[in-house]
């Protein structure tokens, strides 16, 4: 039989559901006599990993090395003078408008359609528009064309990368097992360091081989060659990877969740949420085998047996060819129902986050990823700034050297912050959870940024770098990583992608204020003022430019107030969202009169 529900609050039922499972989910993932840390993987999950982090390094590698092609574009379309800044804003700020774009639009057709009947379309937007960016024509076009040229073709290889963050995001946690999800997720994002870090490799590489023709013989136009080289490497994983995202079978959490949201009887109700709660504890292990499901565990009960069995037959009807031949109506019903869920899942998204209890929720992801992004962008987007700083922003020397010496600073950048701050991430977020991480990264990130402020012309270089450091992990160990892992965790699967995309939406909004805006207000009040407005920023919702300068005097009350957004939010470690949703429609029920 299949165990029912008991009543209790939706909180209380997705903890106590996933303490019942635990004895099964620790004899799974017992080795030798102990249980396995979170961080260690299996197979299928480093599998996982493989295919669904490569959207982040990309996304990482593309976003960020766009400031040294910046750099190579002054010397062969402007002589080695600076960029317009208008134009250059643009650049900068064009895959993060796409991104917007994207991000919502391939999360609401990935909870409307199936994750399988999208994935890997991002990545072909990606591989398209790399491309086209790598052929602007700068021998035929005047400079300021070159850059709009090259802007546009950004803006559309953002949507692709803005879509893989809902997509990712929701193909992962659909397919981990609840003790690990948080686990997963930051392992994938966790290839944004990466990403940076070997962006800045291969330009140092492809850099060292051009040295002799631009250094020696003094044919610095060259320099248009190494630009479309290092944007062009991000083809490799692209490519490699298109395949394995094009073929991935739809996820059993998410059938299920689907027969949840359509389930017309108290049988097919608890078929369900059984194979919910299934999956919950082993994830998906087989999921890139030819073979079922089912032989990821041994059903212990008929009820599980049942369990698979329907689960089985609901993933054969979604993954099967629309061409195949078929022995009777059933599929084609299938599909008619398919087409009106997807025409209705709008309408239930209005329905659902129309309740406070819930509006809260996505008011909170959506908020705390945009005044993130503000301030990380604004850094990470203006790197020249910083390298000044410590010494390797590139003005002496031949135009070589000084892009040879803006790309080792690069390194040094992203060496120092970015990567450890991921991986203290991985290690951490299943013991310390997501709201305390990321209470103390707003709050901790915005006390490096009021320093490098304050003793911005007085800090030794030594002492700048220490800082920024400090400032780079405390992103990374924080916000960057809870602010991406909150809204694959939080909402119930059939909301999931739409609610991730929407949240990082709103975090791009902030990256484009601060790469449209940070090169402007530098010039006009000087670095220092902005970096006090964007650790403000982290906490106060403002458009207004004029404001941002005005807001230094209530910074440490803004910390507080930023912190207060991350309040707004659960902790999900531990919480199935798909047993809280199925606790409330309980309840809901229950309320009916008669």
């Known amino acids: 039989m299949v165990e029912q529900i008991p009543p209790a ?8 559901d996933s303490a019942q499972y635990n004895p099964d989910l620790a004899e799974f993932e017992r080795s030798g006599g102990k249980e396995k840390p979170a961080f260690m993987l299996t197979s299928s999950e480093f599998k996982l990993l493989g295919i669904a982090g490569v959207g982040f390094f990309l996304d990482a590698y593309d976003l960020f090395v766009i400031n040294p092609v910046a750099t190579m574009l002054q010397y062969r379309l402007y002589g080695g003078h600076s960029l317009p800044a208008n134009l250059e804003g643009f650049v900068k700020a064009g895959a993060n408008i796409g991104s917007v774009i994207g991000q919502f639009l391939f999360g609401y057709l990935a909870d409307a359609l199936g994750r399988k009947a999208i994935y890997g379309k991002e990545l072909m937007l990606i591989i398209f528009a790399t491309i086209l960016t790598m052929t602007t024509p700068t021998g035929s076009l005047s400079p300021n064309q070159c850059l ?53 490799v291969v330009t140092i590489i492809v850099l060292a081989c051009y040295k002799h023709v631009m250094d020696v013989e003094g044919k610095t136009s060259k320099v248009d060659g190494v630009w479309r080289i290092v944007i062009g490497v991000s083809l490799i994983p692209a490519f490699g990877t298109l395949y394995q995202r094009l073929t991935l079978p739809e996820s059993n959490r998410f059938i299920a969740s689907q027969k949840l949201k359509n389930a017309t009887s108290a049988a097919e109700e608890g078929y369900a949420l059984a194979a919910i709660k299934k999956a919950q504890v082993v994830g998906q292990e087989t999921t890139w085998s030819k073979t079922s499901s089912s032989t990821a565990t041994s059903p212990s009960t008929s009820g599980e047996s049942n369990v698979e069995k329907e689960t089985e037959k609901d993933s054969k009807h979604l993954t099967d060819s629309p061409t195949s031949t078929v022995a009777n109506d059933e599929p084609s019903q299938d599909n008619e129902k398919e087409k009106e869920n997807g025409r209705s899942h709008f309408r239930d998204f209005v329905i659902y986050f129309s309740e406070w209890r819930h509006a809260k929720i996505l008011i909170g992801t959506c908020v705390c990823w945009f005044l993130l992004d503000v301030a990380f962008y604004g850094i990470n987007l203006n790197q020249n700034v910083v390298l000044q700083q410590i010494g390797y922003d590139g003005k002496t020397g031949t ?53 490098l402020a304050g003793k911005f012309t007085t800090l030794s270089t030594a002492g700048f770098i220490v800082c920024f450091a400090f400032l780079q992990f405390f992103f990374n160990w924080g916000a960057n990583t809870t602010s991406y892992c909150y809204p694959a965790e939080v909402f119930p699967t059939r909301y999931r992608a739409t609610a991730h995309g929407l949240s990082a939406a709103f975090g791009k909004l902030g990256a484009i204020v601060s790469a449209l805006a940070f090169n402007t207000l530098t010039k006009k009040i000087g670095t220092p003022a902005v970096l006090w407005s964007e650790s403000c920023f982290f906490l106060v919702f403002h458009f207004m430019i004029n404001i941002i300068t005005l807001l230094t005097p209530v910074f440490f009350g803004c910390c507080i107030a930023g912190a207060g957004f991350t309040l707004l939010l659960p902790e999900v470690k531990g919480r199935d969202p798909d047993l809280v949703l199925a606790e409330e429609m309980r309840e809901a029920r229950e309320q009916l009169p008669g």
């Open 148 to 200: 709009i040229y090259l802007g546009i073709f950004r803006i559309i290889l953002g949507i692709g990368v803005g879509g893989d963050y809902p997509m990712s995001a929701s193909v992962t946690s659909d397919r981990s097992n609840l003790r690990k999800r948080g686990t997963m997720l930051a392992y994938i994002f966790s290839n944004q360091g990466w990403g940076s870090l070997l962006g800045s």
């Open 9 to 16: 609050h939706g909180e209380s039922l997705a903890r106590v």
């Open 399 to 451: 135009a070589w050297h000084r892009m040879f010496k803006i790309s080792t600073g690069n390194i040094i950048i992203t060496a120092l912050g970015f990567v450890p701050g991921y991986w203290v991430s991985v290690l951490t977020i299943e013991i310390m959870g997501r709201k305390w991480i990321q209470i103390q990264g707003f709050l901790l990130a915005a006390l490096f940024l009021a320093v």
